[in-house]
C-alpha cells in the first residue's frame, strides 16, 4: 500500500492484462518513468495468442488510434477522475472496413505483438486531481475486420496483472493547447471549401430549429423519437429536448471551421468537447453531401453535441444500425450518442 505522503508524489500506474477469448488477443499495459503529466506515457501491447491472423481496425476510440480519444479509466485513490480535454471524433466503421488504406488497419499475425504508445497528458487534464497514485485500466474492446469486410466487435475479458508500475509525478498536470476563436472563422480552407460550409452551416442550423421544434410539439412517443432515442420517459425526452435548444444557443455560422489538421481517412470531423468554438473537418466530410443520411449537415450536428456546453455526448456506438440497436436496447446510453442525435435531426428516410 502507498502511504499518504507516497500519494501525493507518485503516479501508480496498475497494468492490467485483457483477454478477448474467442480471438486469442490479449492486452498488457505498461507505463513509463515520467516527470510530469506531459511526459505520462502508457504502452498497450496487443499479442495474438490464436491460429488466425487478425485484421484489427483503428477505430478512434479504440487503442490502436493515433488520437488522443477516451480510451483509458484512470481514477486515484479517492476514486477521482482526471478531467478529459482530449478529442471526439465521427467515423464510419462501414467505410474504414472497405478500404484498401492499410493505415486503417493493425494486422496481427498468429503468435506476433504490436505496441501502441499513448501520452496520457494529451488527452487527460490532471489539474483537478493533482498528484496522485493513480489506477489506469486500458478501454478492451476492438473492431476486427473479416475477410468480407464486415466488422464485429471484440468484447475483452479483464484479469488483474501482477506488476504494478509507478511513474513521479512533479510538473506540469495538464499539457497547453491553443483553443478559441471569435466568430466565424476558417483556419486553411480553400474557397470552394468555405462555399461548402457556408451551405452546411445553413443546413445544419436548419436541422437543429427543426429538432427543436419536433420535440417542443412532440411530448409523447412518436416513431422518430422511438426509432433514436427508444422508450420515452419525460426525463428522457427532456434531456435530447435540452441539447437541441442549446445547439440554437450557438449558431452554426458563428463556429470556426478548420480545414488545414486533419486528413484521417474514413473520418468525418473531430472537435475538443471543452472548446466549443471550433470544428475540425476530416476527409470523409467533403466527399460526403450538404443533407441526407452521414452528411455534412449531420456531421455539424453530430459535432457539436460533443461540446460540453451543448450535450457532453459520447461516440459510444457509430452508424445507423448501431444507434438503432442502441435505442431499443439501451435508451439511457442513445440520449448520450452523438450519432442518435445526427441520425434523429437527419430523419432520413422521414419517420413522423
Known amino acids: 500500500m502507498f502511504s499518504s505522503s507516497m500519494r501525493s508524489t507518485l503516479i501508480a500506474l496498475t497494468a492490467s492484462a485483457v483477454t478477448a477469448s474467442a480471438s486469442g488477443l490479449t492486452l498488457s499495459v505498461a507505463g513509463s518513468d515520467a516527470t510530469d503529466a506531459s511526459k505520462f506515457v502508457v504502452s498497450a501491447k496487443l499479442t495474438n495468442n490464436g491460429k488466425e491472423t487478425l485484421k484489427l481496425l483503428n477505430e478512434p476510440n479504440s487503442l490502436l488510434s493515433k488520437f488522443a480519444t477516451n480510451s483509458f479509466g484512470i481514477s486515484n485513490a479517492a476514486g477521482k477522475s482526471p478531467a478529459f480535454n482530449g478529442v471526439k471524433v465521427k467515423f464510419s466503421p462501414e467505410l474504414a472496413a472497405k478500404s484498401n488504406d492499410d493505415s486503417l488497419f493493425t494486422i496481427i499475425e498468429p503468435g506476433k505483438s504490436v505496441t501502441i504508445d499513448h501520452n496520457l497528458g494529451s488527452a487527460y487534464n490532471f489539474t483537478s486531481t493533482g498528484e496522485d497514485a493513480y489506477t489506469v485500466q486500458p478501454r478492451t474492446v476492438f473492431t476486427l475486420v473479416d475477410a468480407d469486410g464486415k466488422v464485429s466487435s ?83 425526452h427532456s434531456t435530447v429536448s435540452e441539447h437541441f435548444s442549446k445547439m440554437l444557443d450557438h449558431p452554426y455560422a458563428d463556429y470556426t471551421f478548420d480545414c488545414s489538421t486533419c486528413d484521417e481517412p474514413s473520418t468525418y470531423a473531430y472537435v475538443y468537447p471543452d472548446d466549443d468554438t471550433t470544428i475540425y473537418l476530416c476527409e470523409v466530410f467533403w466527399s460526403t453531401t450538404t443533407t441526407g443520411t452521414d452528411s455534412r449537415a449531420g456531421t455539424l450536428i453530430h459535432e457539436s453535441s460533443h461540446f460540453n456546453s451543448i450535450g457532453g455526448t459520447d461516440d459510444h456506438v457509430y ?21 442518435n442525435h445526427e441520425y434523429f435531426a437527419e430523419n432520413t428516410p422521414a419517420q413522423d
Request: aromatic residues 6%.
Open 154 to 236: 471484440i468484447k475483452a475479458d479483464v484479469e488483474e496483472a501482477a506488476s504494478k508500475v509507478t511513474a513521479k509525478l512533479s510538473g506540469v498536470l495538464s499539457v497547453a493547447r491553443k483553443t478559441g476563436h471569435s466568430k466565424r472563422a476558417y483556419e486553411g480552407c480553400s474557397d470552394d471549401q468555405q462555399s461548402t460550409l457556408v451551405e452546411a452551416a445553413k443546413a445544419a442550423q436548419g436541422l437543429a430549429e427543426e429538432s427543436s421544434s419536433y420535440l417542443t410539439d412532440n411530448t409523447a412517443s412518436t416513431d422518430r423519437y422511438a426509432s433514436w432515442f427508444g422508450e420515452y420517459t419525460d426525463d428522457r
Open 319 to 339: 452508424g445507423q444500425d448501431g444507434a438503432g440497436d442502441l435505442a431499443s436496447s439501451d435508451p439511457d446510453t442513445a440520449i448520450d450518442n452523438a450519432d
